[in-house]
């Protein structure tokens, strides 16, 4: 059985990391999987927030959660394959607090899955050498909700049938309409029939793909992988296993910082190609690494190559990066055909182009400051690593220098990072006092303070988000809405009011990058309050300011989990209203009028309503009546795209001190970027409208 040691935690991220150690006796049968499912299923009863009990109704739901993770439209399995497995439906919860496993149901399960997906090869590749008869009008449902196991191979047959012709349908329309906007191209001098040949053959291409990858990577360790993280996520959907590679990626993605080859790859019809070179990275020092260079093989040192053709570009990534000064030697296919092995030593690579950035919004009554903020990042292993409260401020700086009249927060699609962070950075816009309040397991509760009386700006603020704006960009949103410190403009944000701490499994691999044997666990330890009491866990935060949102209609937020954590509010905090001098009533009444007598803004409320009805209908496999659905559904997306974009572009520059990163970057395809940005932030609507809030703002005082 297992031995437990638990070390006190350290503050590092959303609060802290613990090393969970256990080893093996030598004596005990058990595998290394058995030891690491059995250790955190005891992690989960101990340390998390709000543990499920582990019995047999648990037990159940991992059954039936691993089967839909495995087949998630249930066009794989058989009924019969489901019913031979039901022997483990009772029995996993045993195994997961260490009951000797007679045998392992997801080696089971996946090993009777890929055999089905061998089956389906087959099946696919039948069907799909025979015409389809588009004139037959008959439907499908693409609603998994909706599908059961098939109960025979005959039923399944008819599933795969009816998938096979509605993906060449896709294929099959799109073709006709190129064809249509290419007459004079005799490339598309082209029969009907020749069209839904290659509709047929572009739909096997991509099937053919998709299960060869997963054939590729779908090993003992990654069913493993799968079959944990089922577990995990029955206790709410934050907590999560990463294994050692994917516990690295995690901490890359906080930092913003990798070890790697300075490469930017792509996807070419399922090659793995550079797209394009970081000056001064390892890949372009060598000399010998080109933009559409073929990446084929992948090795660690001088150890066996992987053969990465058939990989997704991100698992592709996870292999070639690793730690600093590790040699990675990589096959490439040169655009010439000849092959050429190239030995590149790793390096540090930032990746700042995730990190705030700012630019002015020129007026002719003034200038507009805006920061945009992907995420709420923290590099803690380096003393002069990026903080984003540090970086913000220095936007801010660079900003006021600029005589701006107003900042405009970007916090859309921001999913959260450090909870530190966000206590610095709303430190940032307020004196002192308390920014968010937590509770742990026990029911105790604490406050996070700003404990800094400076405050480093002072002016209008109005802080952006949407549907994709979570954890500390809620906690962020919301303390500048309980001290009515700014205005929040936008869409609900997502609602996740969970704080999660990560804990390192086994031995640690050396004494410097954090990595363990076992990966890492993150788990909900704590929960998360507004100063006002209440709780952004489902609910998120409303704007104070509402504009439509087209995506509103999707089933993406916290309350759409089923694992998701329930609502609760604790007591109001002690704090003190900003005194703004505002009359935010007024800011709100006059943009809310605005809004309304905006044509764009009505078109895109109408058309979310309209893709919401539309969601879940049943899909026409007739090609009349397809292209009927298909004309209402994009022209409904193509309006959208075009309503999302201002007519006239609003005069937004660089400031000043960061003009050469975009005009005279050393690296053209990252000064592409950036100019890519721009260009998008000058047309965005929603930007648009909250300019108008500000200066709303400015005359309200």
């Known amino acids: 059985m297992l031995k437990r040691t638990v070390f006190p935690a350290a503050l590092i991220v959303l609060l802290g990391i613990t090393l969970w150690a256990f080893k093996r006796n030598d004596k005990s049968p058990e595998t290394k999987e058995q030891m690491l499912l059995t250790a955190i299923g005891t992690i989960l009863e101990q340390k998390h927030y709000s543990p499920k009990p582990i019995d047999d109704n648990f037990s159940k739901q991992v059954f039936t959660k691993y089967l839909q993770a495995l087949n998630p439209d249930k066009n794989i399995f058989l009924q019969s394959d489901i019913d031979y497995l039901k022997k483990y439906e009772l029995i996993l919860d045993d195994e997961i607090k260490g009951a000797p496993a007679s045998s392992q149901f997801y080696t089971d399960a996946a090993s009777i899955y890929l055999k089905r997906v061998g089956e389906i090869m087959a099946l696919y590749k039948e069907m799909l050498a ?245 995420e709420f990042y923290a590099d803690f292993d380096r003393p002069n690593g990026n903080r984003c409260s540090q970086d913000v401020a220095n936007e801010i700086i660079k900003l006021e220098k600029e005589n701006v009249q107003g900042i405009i927060l970007d916090l859309r699609n921001n999913g959260g990072g450090s909870l530190p962070e966000v206590v610095n950075m709303v430190g940032l816009f307020i004196k002192s006092g308390p920014v968010v309040q937590v509770k742990d397991r026990n029911g105790k509760p604490a406050i996070l303070p700003d404990n800094d009386t400076s405050v480093l700006y002072t002016g209008p603020l109005a802080v952006m988000v949407n549907e994709f704006s979570a954890s500390a960009s809620e906690i962020f949103a919301a303390a500048i809405q ?49 100063i006002n009491g209440g709780s952004t866990q489902l609910k998120g935060v409303s704007p104070d300011i509402a504009m439509p949102d087209p995506y509103d209609y999707l089933k993406i937020r916290e309350r759409d989990q089923p694992t998701a954590l329930a609502w609760d509010q604790l007591p109001k905090a002690d704090y003190t209203e900003f005194n703004t001098g505002i009359n935010w009533d007024a800011v709100e009444t006059e943009a809310k009028s605005r809004i309304q007598a905006n044509p764009a803004f009505n078109a895109l409320a109408k058309n979310a309503l309209w893709l919401k009805e539309n969601a879940d209908r049943d899909y026409s496999l007739n090609l009349t009546e397809y292209q009927k659905q298909q004309s209402l559904l994009r022209n409904t997306v193509k309006q959208d795209d075009s309503l999302f974009r201002l007519s006239t572009a609003m005069n937004i520059q660089p400031v000043s001190a960061d003009s050469a990163k975009y005009y005279s970057n050393a690296d053209s395809a990252k000064g592409g970027r950036y100019l890519q940005w721009l260009k998008n932030v000058q047309k965005d609507i929603y930007i648009n409208e909250t300019v108008n809030v500000i200066n709303d703002i400015n005359k309200a005082h």
């Open 482 to 530: 309980d001290y009515k410190r700014g205005i929040i403009v936008g869409s609900d944000t997502y609602g996740k009011g969970t704080v999660q701490r990560t804990l390192p499994l086994g031995k640690p691999l050396d004494l410097f990058s954090g990595q363990t044997e076992y990966g890492t666990l993150k788990l909900t330890f704590e929960k998360f309050y507004r």
């Open 130 to 374: 025979k015409p389809f008869d588009f004139t037959i009008k008959e439907e499908i449902s693409l609603d998994d909700d909706k599908a059961r196991y098939a109960v025979d191979e005959t039923s399944r047959k008819e599933f795969w049938r009816k998938r096979l012709k509605y993906l060449t349908l896709e294929q099959y329309t799109d073709l006709l309409q190129q064809r249509s906007r290419n007459l004079d191209d005799t490339a598309w001098k082209k029969t009907d029939a020749q069209l839904e040949q290659m509709a047929r053959s572009k739909v096997q291409t991509v099937l053919d793909r998709s299960f060869n990858r997963q054939k590729l990577i779908f090993n003992g360790q990654e069913q493993f992988n799968t079959y944990v993280n089922v577990v995990t996520d029955l206790m709410d959907p934050h907590t999560e296993y990463f294994p050692p590679v994917e516990s690295r990626s995690f901490e890359e993605d906080l930092s913003g910082r990798f070890y790697g080859i300075g490469a930017q790859l792509k996807d070419d019809d399922g090659a793995i190609k550079i797209a394009s070179l970081i000056t001064g990275s390892p890949a372009w020092k060598s000399g010998k690494v080109q933009v559409n260079d073929e990446i084929i093989k992948v090795a660690q040192g001088n150890k066996e190559p992987v053969d990465v053709r058939g990989y997704a570009v991100t698992d592709a990534v996870k292999i070639i990066r690793g730690s600093k000064g590790s040699e990675v030697r990589l096959t490439f296919k040169k655009t010439d055909g000849t092959t050429e092995v190239v030995s590149l030593i790793r390096d540090e690579i930032v990746q700042d182009e995730q990190f705030a950035r700012s630019a002015v919004i020129n007026q002719p009554n003034g200038k507009i400051g805006y920061i945009f903020l992907p």
